[in-house]
């Protein structure tokens, strides 16, 4: 009998503790996370601590493998920074190169371009208001800013493909803002185009607009710019990619009222 009676207790705690593992994964009644149910758009799993990381083209737990140390060993990106600051304008940019000459010839370009444009902006719009405005001091009460920074989708020996975003405010009421994606083949040194994403199917451009226009309405964003999402290919010219999905990326006043920002729409490629 008392064998009987330890028996059955030891099955009432096993059954306990099964049905307690199954209420937390599922993430039970009380509306808990399910494990597994928050994947980033690189895969990673952030409640079962997995985070991406570009170095190691993967994600990792930081405590079980360090995400420093391998990256120039696993692929070679190198993180460009530049710091300006007077008493007219404060500039911070951070950008990565890869030893790739057409592709870092680009990126500098670009990011070079930028930064001459905003210096000669806000000294051209700070002058112009000194000569409207005798009263105004040399230099403006809060410096006009430039910062310039990036996201990556992917970085490995294969493809690289991330976004530079331009912020600055040169004067005015709202900060200006520009965005840059580069796609490059690495292994065939040249640029990835949208249309080669989808196995050069002539409609592409039809199916990603009706796609993207789905989804901004789902994500509840409202007078959406018909024209911003027209199947037109310069609309969808900032994307960036990986594997199994493609991020495009919308500045704003592109697809909706500069007061709704940036937007972004993620698609499968499968």
């Given amino acids: 009998m008392k064998r009987k009676a330890l028996f059955l207790a030891v099955l009432t ?53 360090k995400c420093e140390g391998e990256l120039k060993e696993k692929f070679p990106v190198n993180i460009n920074s530049i710091k300006e600051e007077t008493k007219l304008y404060k500039i911070s940019v951070e950008y990565p190169t890869f030893n790739e000459e057409v592709l870092d010839s680009e990126i500098e370009n670009d990011v070079n371009k930028k930064i001459a444009d905003f210096k000669k902006e806000s000294n051209d719009n700070w002058q112009l208001r000194r000569q409207n405005d005798t009263s105004a001091a040399e230099f403006p009460e809060s410096q006009f800013t430039l910062n310039i920074s990036w996201l990556s989708q992917q970085m490995n020996s294969k493809y690289v493909s991330f976004k530079i975003s331009m912020d600055y405010f040169t004067g005015g009421a709202n900060f200006a803002q520009e ?13 990835v185009i949208l249309s080669s994403l989808f196995d050069g199917k002539n409609d592409y451009l039809a199916l990603v607009s009706a796609y993207v226009k789905k989804d901004l309405t789902d994500q509840g964003l409202e007078g959406i710019f018909d024209d911003g999402v027209a199947p037109k290919e310069e609309n969808f010219k900032n994307f960036t990619f990986d594997e199994n999905t493609i991020t495009f990326y919308f500045p704003k006043y592109q697809v909706a009222p500069g007061a709704n920002g940036e937007q972004k729409v993620v698609m499968g490629r499968k």
């Fill in 179 to 191: 965005i840059k994606t580069y796609n490059y083949d690495m292994s065939n040194k040249r640029q």
């Fill in 13 to 65: 705690v096993i059954v306990f503790i099964a049905l307690f593992a199954v209420r937390f994964i599922a993430g039970g009644k009380s509306g808990g996370m399910r494990v597994g149910g928050d994947r980033d758009e690189h895969g990673c799993i952030g409640s079962a601590g997995y985070s991406w990381c570009v170095a190691l083209d993967k994600c990792i737990r930081p405590w079980e493998e």
